[in-house]
């Protein structure tokens, strides 16, 4: 069975930094890419970024991209968003998706999600 556990939100101050951490099991977790979603307060879920099983390619959506880095470290089964210069608009429930395949945009894309951490950037 897979498990999805995403971590490390908190309330921060525009212009600050969090680091989010995903860990997965039940999978051989190097096979995968690696991707998070965010969806704030009456909106749709979003994508955020996402990264090839090698870790090597990086994608991100335009609203983050300069400020947002992927990496995962296969020793520990765990990707990491860290996220800098954080504005309001980030503002939203993280989550880390999984898929048996490439990186996608969309969420019904993903089989598997992690239960969400909330990131809060107060103006």
């Known amino acids: 069975q897979v498990h999805v556990v995403d971590s490390g939100g908190g309330l921060v101050q525009t212009g600050d930094s969090l680091r989010l951490s995903c860990t997965v099991s039940?999978?051989?977790?190097?096979?995968?890419?690696m991707t998070w979603f965010r969806q704030g307060p009456s909106q749709e879920r979003e994508f955020v970024a996402g990264?090839?099983?090698?870790?090597?390619?990086?994608n991100f959506a335009d609203s983050v991209k300069g400020r947002f880095t992927i990496f995962r470290d296969d020793n520990a089964n765990t990707a990491y968003l860290q996220m800098n210069s954080l504005k309001p608009d980030d503002t939203a429930v993280y989550y880390c998706?999984?898929?048996?395949?490439?990186?996608?945009?969309?969420?019904?894309?993903?089989?598997?999600w992690g239960q969400g951490t909330q990131v809060t950037v107060s103006s």
């Open positions: 998706a999984v898929r048996d395949g490439a990186v996608t945009f969309s969420a019904d894309d993903y089989e598997y």
């Open positions: 039940g999978l051989t977790y190097s096979d995968y890419p």
């Open positions: 990264t090839t099983p090698s870790g090597l390619i990086g």
